[in-house]
């Protein structure tokens, strides 16, 4: 479905409307209102969203797939409420042996929905897992552990390639799986540790979750959630505004006025932006590619689509401005400026020059509209821009994670973090070795090496300026803007997001159902 692009003043109205501003706590955002009494035990709620690209967790983890599976599986760290990380299945952060050798200490008292204890075994096979070449895992974070071994039942330790004081950050996205996993795509595999288990999965439908008997923790008041596979982002909000779902993540300010009941986060978490193929496609030339960022004007477009929620880039990083490593020493150099991109477009030659563009389509808020003004603003300074939307999210997913020579000249994509450092951004986008990267430097990758491995962060900084800085001057992304996530909430539904609860990634162990009649 294709929505409109609308102007500032009603998109500012519809969040107003919606109830959708101010901030809660550290780390919190708006909280729902719902009337009426707190219901009873064993509620069950529907929640629509896209179809996950992947459920293995270890090759891969996507919008969808926190979506059906994010409270199923649990790691040894997490974000807490105010993005810092903390220890989840780990009974604290890991202890530096030498430079490349950590150990970590596991809870105990942890199983598996099965029955199966958590234990050193099965964070051992989880970690080797998932940085084996037969896995071919997307996930960056893992690129420069080397494997894990037993020391005792309780006891990891986790051998790296290089120094690694973000460790724990790097262990956030590895899923806990039992040793004798053999294929976790079947739904009788997917067996993990959180507050819910998997009922049943059907490509192309949806996934059903139930309470998970056997969790250590506190049983939440939604003990079973149906996650329904509708890829259309308009459609979704028509599902929610008819009563059909309760929750809707990632909708527009537009859409949130024709809501009863809308929540924010307090603070932006996805960043958006346009990967350039630095290798090959028409997008070679950094002349050329600085032409591009001068010829989007990125204020515009968020008055234009997004409103008040939304703030246009502020530095040369596919992450908000404020995560650790970023400071404000590298600053946005491409303001708007069509008659200079019209001038670099002429010295790199490209002037009349057909470049592809891939975007998503309804995968990311306003995903069409953001895509074709670009398109529309790199036409105007003598480009020829094809853009293709790409339907359903895993056609799509599939081009995303092409890297190097493969990727696409031109991706439309969207990162998000919750752990408060620029580290994964480095991994994934800037270093040669990133699975979604078409950027090659190798005195980024040096750089990315020497900052991520000091043993002090905060002196480190520096070089973190020196390596945005270069990647800035490269012009490797069309920096875009940074966005909160905005979700529609059924009248009955009372939930507050927090910092880990970004893009698609929502508690339903958190939210409360009120009985509103």
């Not at 294709?2 to 969040?15: D, E, F, G």
């Not at 008819?242 to 949130?256: K, M, S, Y």
């Not at 973190?464 to 905005?486: F, M, N, P, S, V």
């Amino acid at each position: 479905m294709r929505r409109k692009v609308v102007l500032t003043v009603v998109l500012a109205a519809a969040l107003v409307a919606a109830g959708c501003g101010g901030g809660g706590g550290s780390g919190a955002g708006t909280t729902s209102n719902p009337q009426g009494s707190l219901a009873g035990p064993d509620q069950s709620i529907v929640v629509a969203g896209v179809e996950p690209a992947q459920v293995d967790f270890h090759k891969n983890v996507d919008n969808g797939g926190r979506l059906s599976l994010g409270e199923v599986y649990e790691t040894l760290y997490i974000a807490d409420e105010s993005g810092q990380i903390v220890p989840l299945l780990a009974d604290g952060q890991p202890t530096r042996i030498d430079d490349t050798t950590y150990d970590i200490t596991l809870k105990t008292g942890v199983v598996f929905s099965d029955g199966t204890p958590f234990n050193a075994d099965s964070a051992v096979f989880s970690i080797n897992r998932v940085v084996s070449p037969a896995i071919a895992t997307q996930l960056a974070d893992v690129s420069t552990i080397a494997g894990a071994e037993k020391v005792d039942d309780t006891t990891i330790r986790v051998k790296t390639k290089v120094a690694s004081p973000l460790l724990a950050n790097r262990l956030m996205t590895t899923a806990m799986y039992r040793p004798q996993t053999t294929d976790p795509t079947k739904p009788d595999q997917i067996i993990g540790t959180g507050p819910y288990k998997v009922v049943s999965f059907t490509p192309g439908t949806g996934t059903k979750i139930t309470y998970n008997d056997k969790f250590r923790g506190q049983k939440p008041q939604v003990t079973n959630v149906e996650v329904r596979f509708i890829p259309d982002a308009g459609t979704r909000v028509q599902a929610i505004s008819a009563g059909e779902v309760d929750v809707v993540p990632e909708i527009t300010p537009l859409e949130a006025r024709g809501l009863q009941n809308v929540v924010a986060t307090s603070k932006p978490a996805w960043s958006a932006f346009v990967r350039l193929n630095t290798l090959t496609g028409g997008t070679e030339d950094a002349t050329l590619r600085q032409a591009m960022n001068y010829a989007v004007d990125r204020d515009a477009i968020v008055k234009q689509v997004f409103g008040d929620q939304y703030a246009s880039a502020s530095q040369c990083t596919p992450l908000p401005m404020g995560t650790g490593g970023t400071s404000t020493n590298v600053k946005m150099p491409y303001t708007y400026d069509p008659e200079k991109a019209k001038q670099l477009v002429n010295e790199a030659g490209a002037n009349g020059r057909t470049i592809e563009m891939i975007s998503s389509s309804g995968a990311f808020t306003e995903d069409r509209a953001v895509a074709e003004l670009v398109a529309q603003s790199l036409n105007a300074v003598g480009l020829k821009i094809n853009l293709q939307y790409l339907s359903p999210f895993s056609v799509y997913s599939a081009q995303l994670i092409k890297s190097q020579m493969n990727a696409p000249p031109m991706t439309f994509a969207g990162m998000v973090d919750s752990r408060s450092h620029v580290d994964r951004a480095l991994q994934n986008y800037y270093s040669s070795s990133g699975p979604p990267s078409a950027f090659n430097d190798p005195e980024v990758d040096k750089l990315i090496t020497e900052a991520t491995s000091a043993a002090d962060q905060q002196a480190a900084q520096p070089v973190y300026d020196q390596l945005l800085q270069r990647a800035c001057d490269e012009a490797a992304y069309i920096y875009l803007y940074d966005y909160k996530t905005i979700f529609g909430l059924s009248p009955r539904i009372k939930w507050e997001p927090g910092v880990d609860s970004f893009g698609w990634n929502l508690r339903y162990d958190q939210m409360q159902v009120y009985s509103t009649n």
